[in-house]
């Protein structure tokens, strides 16, 4: 069998081939393409991604070739260097576009049509061709030339309103995520528009607004809205729901750290606290009220605040006599719904994750380390997804593109380097 | 060639054995973008988003659930009883017309059932199975049962999330519910593309944990490599500043702000009218700034509080500072001119709702957009038109079924 048959055997979807000139905010996609064995070609201005700048870094040492950032979120792509904003440039990336099924783009709307590369004029060169652009809020509407940010499309997408302490700022998540969300959201769009085109022949523009997919994440709180014209709240650690607000603790502390435990509806969490309680009272925590509540017809919501305080005091109580580990072993036999607040250090140390094989090491030679890395998002019974490659040094894969498979000259080559083209 | 005029997914078949979140997510984008999803749900135990908040004027009832409605578009609703032999029947001559089942029951139940990967291929033999679970299908915590609202604290977003001098707040909700279908689909309409070239179907193992790690990913290597674990630290950024929430007029009214350039900082600074304070050279460097950020930031909510939170993001926008309100529901539903441009939010009209509104997916594909069609079903909804139309049952077969229990 050929190389490139079994390549496309190899992964769900293999043989097919992206051209990515996303920054940070949509990096995300192309790497989830590239974990499905797209051969991505990551293409970077000549001096390296500005993305190259993000920490954490490998050793602290601030260097384009250390970012941890760019590792993540660039494995399982090549990489290569060109100025799109150069005729020279402009002319290599079409004539590689005709031979691309996917082109990964989040510059500013219009912005590529202006260099004479955006959609229609590349789906004149080659009509199966799929162009994916990420911005802050899409390709069109009254805000699409507005400047973004992460922390702009968490707060303009309803999400930061949310987050946080009720008597504090609202807040992002710690690790920025509307990027992260704009691109995994972009992946979507782009298969469904590749399954298209494998039945009609055409491809498509794919637009995806950064706002949206951070509201799109929000479909918790919106329903609120729509149906009882509620606002909801943030609350931080607690949950607090109309009418009555009775804050439902999510975040409890314990003797050496934090768990997750909540008071909720459905049979799952009616199971649960009953076995917290039947656990309770083996140890004499358990007080009348908790033993003498009809768990199965409370309603939250309409719980007063005395009466839910009544039930998660002596909850929070018993916690506190546990460290993490103890409660979260005794709760997995009993089949309470609980787990752990975990930072970095206790994901990489969980047993399941490694029962399961998650973890993947990657080698990195210019670095002499073979890191581990987060495994593969699903695992599938054929094809599996794996990390085949680090992410690209800069201009890593400019021989194996411009000499090998364009052709072009040595002199050419030097050329374009010269004339800072590539 | 012309646009077909079909939808993208159109003739793509899933029978969706999954429930609250994950699950539906996943389905909804196939069924907004023209696949048949049917929803095979049990009557004696409805799932737990059918009887939970928010109800429709606030009455409940197992047809009047926001969170269902706003799930389930475009998807029917089939009633059926997994617990009686012939519901098993029924629910495998769905399977062979399927091409794509998702379930996301606690592992172990499927087989129970008979109803696993391996039952399944004997049904039709290229059939795609996603299994969705909270912690995977395999390994020491797989009979874990969690919610999303217990993931963001085992994936680590909870222990991120909060201000340095407090205890970690963690994010709205469940939010790792939300990373999952992202993953989910993505892999489910691939693995489609990979039975189209090798005639394979697969067997799909997704743990909602291990998806929501890889929106951590940068922070999971900081400590392979560094040793180093994240310290909560609110708003703030390591390279930009301002940058954060600045409380603006009215009640609980922010608007987001951040500064990366020193361009975008004289932009900032005339916006606020040149006031004598930013002319201090604490301020006048990036590095001078982080020194001074906490001072920084009382002074510039000093203006900011002074103005409305629009006033300020379009003063600091047309100044060429990114600046965002801090936008909530209603915010989004009926003052965002954006939305509405692009028409974020559709109406449906729900069978026992009325009027409702439904999100579109975030992204637009320009010759076959999604289409919301049907608003979500009512609890068996569509169970006469599955077995009749879809799985070709006669009527003196279907009310047989009936007449014994196997739609309940």
């Known amino acids: 069998m050929t190389t490139e048959n079994q390549q496309k055997l190899d992964s769900l979807l293999g043989g097919y081939r992206a051209l990515d000139l996303t920054d940070e905010k949509g990096m995300i996609c192309g790497r989830i393409l590239g974990d499905l064995g797209v051969d991505v070609i990551k293409i970077e201005r000549p001096s390296g991604d500005p993305a190259r700048k993000i920490g954490p870094f490998f050793h602290n040492i601030p260097d384009p070739e250390k970012s941890l950032f760019w590792f993540a979120y660039n494995a399982n792509k090549r990489g290569i260097t060109l100025n799109i904003d150069s005729k020279d440039g402009q002319e290599i990336f079409k004539r590689l576009a005709e031979n691309t099924d996917f082109v990964i783009e989040s510059f500013a709307p219009r912005h590529m049509d202006n260099l004479g590369v955006g959609y229609q004029a590349l789906s004149e060169i080659n009509k199966k061709l799929i162009m994916t652009s990420i911005t802050p809020f899409g390709q069109t509407g009254p805000y699409k030339d507005f400047k973004g940010a992460d922390i702009l499309g968490w707060a303009m997408g309803g999400a930061m309103h949310l987050t946080g302490d009720s008597d504090m700022p609202p807040l992002e998540i710690g690790f920025p995520q509307a990027h992260l969300n704009a691109g995994a959201q972009a992946a979507v769009g782009t298969v469904i528009a590749l399954h298209y085109r494998e039945i009609s022949g055409e491809g498509q523009h794919v637009d995806v607004s950064i706002q949206e997919s951070v509201a799109w994440v929000l479909s918790d709180a919106l329903p609120f809205w729509d149906v009882n014209r509620s606002n909801v709240k943030r609350f931080g650690s607690v949950r607090s729901r109309p009418p009555l607000y009775a804050p439902r603790r999510q975040i409890w502390a314990c003797k050496d750290g934090f768990v997750i435990f909540i008071l909720m509806t459905g049979g799952l969490a009616l199971e649960s606290i009953k076995a917290l309680v039947a656990w309770m009272d083996e140890e004499g925590m358990a007080t009348d009220i908790l033993k003498e509540t009809d768990f199965a017809a409370i309603s939250w919501t309409t719980t007063p605040p005395q009466q839910l305080e009544s039930l998660q005091e002596p909850i929070g109580k018993f916690f506190m006599m546990y460290s993490v580990q103890e409660l979260c072993q005794e709760t997995l036999k009993r089949r309470i719904m609980l787990l752990p607040v975990c930072t970095s250090k206790d994901v990489r140390e969980s047993c399941q994750l490694s029962a399961r094989n998650f973890w993947e090491g990657v080698e990195h030679p210019e670095l002499g380390a073979s890191i581990t890395y987060p495994g593969a998002f699903a695992k599938l019974s054929e094809a599996p997804i794996r990390i085949r490659r680090r992410a690209p040094l800069i201009g890593e894969h400019n021989k194996d593109i411009y000499e090998d498979e364009l052709g072009l000259s040595n002199e050419e080559i030097l050329t374009l380097f010269q004339a800072n083209v590539i | ?408």
Not at chain 2, 157 to 182: E, L
Not at chain 2, 305 to 331: C, L, W, Y
Request: overall charge positive; proline content about 5%.
């Open chain 2, 1 to 408: 060639m012309k646009n077909i005029g079909r939808q993208a997914l159109q003739g793509v078949k899933v029978v969706d054995f999954s429930w609250v979140g994950v699950g539906p997510l996943t389905t909804k984008y196939l069924a907004d973008h023209g696949a048949s999803v049917i929803r095979v749900e049990s009557v004696q135990y409805p799932e737990t988003f059918r009887v939970t908040v928010p109800f429709k004027d606030n009455v409940p009832g197992i047809n009047r659930s926001g969170y269902f409605a706003w799930y389930n578009s475009n998807k029917y609703g089939l009633a059926l009883d997994l617990n009686k032999p012939k519901g098993i029947e029924v629910a495998k001559r769905l399977i062979a017309w399927a091409d794509i089942v998702v379930q996301s029951f606690r592992p172990g139940v499927m087989k129970r059932l008979g109803l696993d990967y391996e039952d399944l291929k004997t049904v039709k033999a290229d059939i795609i199975m996603l299994s969705l679970s909270a912690q995977g299908q395999t390994g020491p915590h797989s009979q874990s049962a969690a919610y999303g609202i217990q993931l963001v604290g085992l994936s680590g977003v909870t222990d991120i999330t909060g201000w340095p001098d407090r205890d970690p707040c963690g994010p709205y909700g469940a939010y790792t519910d939300w990373i999952a279908p992202q993953f989910g689909a993505t892999v489910l309409i691939s693995a489609l593309n990979y039975r189209r070239k090798t005639g394979k179907g697969m067997y799909i193992d997704l743990s909602q944990c291990e998806t929501a790690i890889q929106f951590l990913a940068p922070l999971i290597l900081n400590y392979v490599v560094n040793g180093q674990i994240y310290s909560r630290r609110g708003n703030r950024s390591p390279y930009a500043c301002p940058h954060g929430a600045y409380r603006c007029k009215g009640e609980d009214r922010w608007c987001a702000i951040i500064v990366s350039t020193d361009n975008e900082w004289q932009a900032f600074c005339g916006v606020l009218g040149d006031p004598d304070w930013s002319k201090d050279p604490k301020f006048s460097t990036l590095l001078n700034r982080k020194k001074n950020e906490a001072e920084l930031d009382k002074l510039i909510e000093s203006w900011t509080i002074e103005h409305r939170t629009e006033k300020v993001m379009f003063k600091m926008q047309a100044a060429g500072v990114p600046a965002g309100v801090v936008q909530n529901s209603e915010d989004l539903f009926e003052h965002d001119p954006q939305l509405k441009s692009r028409q974020f939010f559709g109406r449906l009209h729900h069978t026992e709702m009325g009027d409702c509104a439904y999100a579109g997916p975030s992204f637009r594909l320009s010759k076959t957009p999604c289409k919301l069609e049907r608003a979500a079903p009512c609890l068996g909804e569509h169970t006469k038109y599955v077995c009749t139309e879809i799985l070709g049952m006669s009527d003196k077969e279907f009310v047989g079924l009936l007449n014994e229990g196997i739609f309940k």
